[in-house]
């Protein structure tokens, strides 16, 4: 298989975004991408979209989004894996450029959230859960998340302190980057004294609702290196895809998600790579719990350590692995299928220097953890800057 | 890229199941096609899925999948383009064994249609359209085709006893297939008295509303060969995959599906054939005048000829052109996500010589062609026998 490459990005803001529809947030985040790599065509298209039938009575993506961007009659796949979505585009574009299928490659990720109620946007969303033994049991994800946080707490220790500097660190980071949905400092005060959501979450240790795409452009390194030259070259050097219960009950231990594990050595045994290799990571923090959780399932701190680690900055900006240097989900937003994509974008705007306020000083192997659901589904890139 | 073998097939029995939750199909049809096959494992599995969120307000199906087939963690992945989907998990199953980064992948379609009412199955369908410029102003399917067959008719002279003989062949071959959901024949009488849906489309010019799952076993030829011969050996010789715009109104012309004529165009080149090397198709009959467009777009009729052909009797299994040898959608059922798989299964029961009642003498190459919405996506796959 072929080596691939990152050769171009691009954004459509995210936010509460009323005068924006999917197919508009699509286009431009694909026309951004298509911009900064300079190609003059693409040859096939994903999109990763968690349900575009529940949060905009749209499905059928794939004609949708090539016939709005005039890129028909090129094929288009629409995938979903919950939240992973993003991810999993990613994964079928490397494959497809990485395969000699196909050369020019555009992944992308959507999500129109805002223009339903809150309480249908909750009901979409519990549709990443098992909807029959456990929405219709009326839990909801902050309510599967506070039971990981509390087994978590429980099984180590893990406090309310070290899970509200995740969200203090991520709103830091978010404050520096201009595309972030909520870019504000938060203190550690604000985040333990905010509305409880579901014990011991509160409202700043969830992710927000979100509208917004994000949108990549791949080729073969060996074409990008003669063609493509723009940006510093950035590579995937490993993918990794894994699957866990969908329901958590299932699961023998809450503590650990073996999903992100499990995608994240098949990510390091492709590209080569261990933990300690890893420069920075984007990881799925769609409460500060999951942040915690990856953080060790991804092998940067022993089981238990995540917590401590938090609180005490490593993963800050200026620490030894900076985590979420975009604001995360938490601070950036999460519009679920766009999300994989956007972590993917952070990191290629890192390697290339280009990062703004928040870069970090000369980064050359960044990892992007995207998850679905409670953790059935994980997918974890490696990049490498050449 | 690797050549790529079926190796194993399975179905659900399709039709309206209350008793069958959409894991249950999965499972059966997985099952089925892992023992057809004599697999030990797999190492990566695709859902084709058109609206899981709409039709059973569950999403994540790639966990939910691997999880009740006891398939975690592998790589799980759920794709959708309407009621293409299907095709769209073939070619993604396809690439995955050609690129050599899986060797055994498990492809599969289902949908649960009927847990909701019909009205709201009509509007679950009606997302494969345009929502904003169709949906909102009210057209669904039956409408969208009928302006197609007027044009059709308009334009060729194609005449209502045509599109019914469609529905009269596809019932007749469905009257053959144990696993049809309409297992009985009907008359060109019957046929044209039917209750009008959207003139000039009667009820049985349309396909149904059914619950089902399909799923087939892809493994490399060379490793088919020397490991796996429960069966003949049937090769993915060919496969095109084509967009078009999402609405009707976008196009220049209703009487011809690009999406299926360029994806067609693609599956012959890529496998070395032309459309008189086909002995038999399953194409998209979502309604009758979709076969017959169908036919044309596929090279096996020229431009006008479909419908002709049709009454005359050339697609019929004693014809020399055989098409929908399964009773396709109209007779067999729609159950949109699956059918794509279902067609592939169809041609690989007729190239084994398994069809039963309905085996055709001997065919050599089989071409399947599905399709999403009103033809804004389009998938064909070439299957040979070895």
């Known amino acids: 298989m072929r080596e691939v490459a990152i050769i171009g990005v691009g954004l459509h803001n995210w936010g509460e975004l009323w005068d924006d529809s999917l197919r508009d947030m699509f286009v431009t985040a694909a ?36 016939d709005y961007l005039g890129a028909t009659p090129i094929p288009a796949t629409r995938v979903e894996s919950a939240c992973a979505s993003g991810g999993v585009a990613m994964r079928m574009g490397w494959m497809e450029v990485a395969s000699g299928l196909s050369d020019i490659v555009l992944v992308s990720g959507v999500e129109k959230m805002t223009d339903i109620t809150g309480d249908e946007a909750t009901f979409a969303l519990s549709t990443a859960a098992d909807t029959e033994y456990e929405g219709y049991q009326g839990v909801t994800f902050p309510g599967l998340y506070a039971m990981m946080a509390r087994a978590h707490m429980a099984k180590y220790g893990t406090t309310i302190e070290q899970l509200s500097q995740v969200s203090v660190k991520n709103h830091a980071n978010g404050a520096l980057n201009p595309h972030a949905q909520y870019p504000f400092a938060v203190t550690l005060e604000t985040v333990m004294n905010s509305t409880p959501v579901a014990d011991p979450l509160r409202l700043l240790h969830c ?10 452009i791949l080729a073969p390194v060996e074409l990008a290196k003669t063609k493509y030259k723009n940006h510093p070259m950035v590579v995937i050097k490993g993918s ?14 809450f503590t650990v998600i073996k999903a992100a594990e499990i995608a994240g ?14 420069d920075m990571a984007e990881v799925h923090d769609c409460f500060s719990i999951a942040e915690v959780m990856a953080t060790e399932a991804l092998g940067f701190f022993e089981p238990g350590q995540g917590g401590p680690a938090a609180l005490r900055g490593d993963t ?13 989900l938490k601070s950036k937003g999460h519009p679920v299928g766009a999300t994989g994509v956007a972590q993917v974008i952070e990191l290629t705007s890192q390697l290339r220097g280009d990062a703004g306020k928040r ?28």
């Open 31 to 66: 026309t951004n991408a298509i911009n900064d790599s300079g190609v003059d065509h693409i040859d096939s298209m994903y999109i990763g979209c968690m349900s575009g039938g529940l949060f905009a009575a749209q499905e059928h993506l794939a004609s949708l989004c090539a």
């Open 207 to 216: 992710s927000p609702i979100t509208d917004g795409a994000a949108a990549v």
């Open 240 to 253: 990794g895809h894994a699957t866990d219960t969908i329901a958590l009950h299932s699961r023998d231990d």
């Open 265 to 278: 050595k098949k990510a390091y045994e492709m590209a080569g790579k261990k933990p300690e290799d890893i």
């Open 316 to 328: 800050a900006l200026d620490g030894s692995m900076p985590i979420n240097t975009s604001g995360g």
């Open 359 to 386: 870069q970090l000083k000369d980064p050359k192997v960044g990892l992007a953890q995207n998850m679905g659901g409670s953790g059935g589904s994980s997918v974890v890139h490696i990049l490498e800057k050449r």
